[in-house]
């Protein structure tokens, strides 16, 4: 399995927010200001990344080196 953010979308409503999806189920609603910031973002950069993001539904990397800390042994 590979690291990589997928099966996000993105639907901007009537009166301008963004709901976010996971694979089809609704993860978060942005409104505002995050929602504008979000939709000139994704213009530059990775969307699914971003979406995976904003949504808490990321692995960031650490995950093997921490279940080797003696902490969590």
Do not use: W
């Amino acid at each position: 399995m590979s690291g990589k953010a997928t099966n996000f979308d993105y639907l901007v409503t009537s009166n301008s927010e963004v709901v976010i999806s996971h694979h089809g189920k609704k993860a978060t609603v942005l409104r505002g200001k995050r929602a504008q910031d979000f939709l000139d973002d994704i213009e530059r950069g990775d969307p699914q990344e971003l979406m995976a993001r904003l949504t808490g539904n990321y692995k960031r990397g650490n995950e093997r080196l921490a279940r080797q800390h003696p902490r969590n042994r």
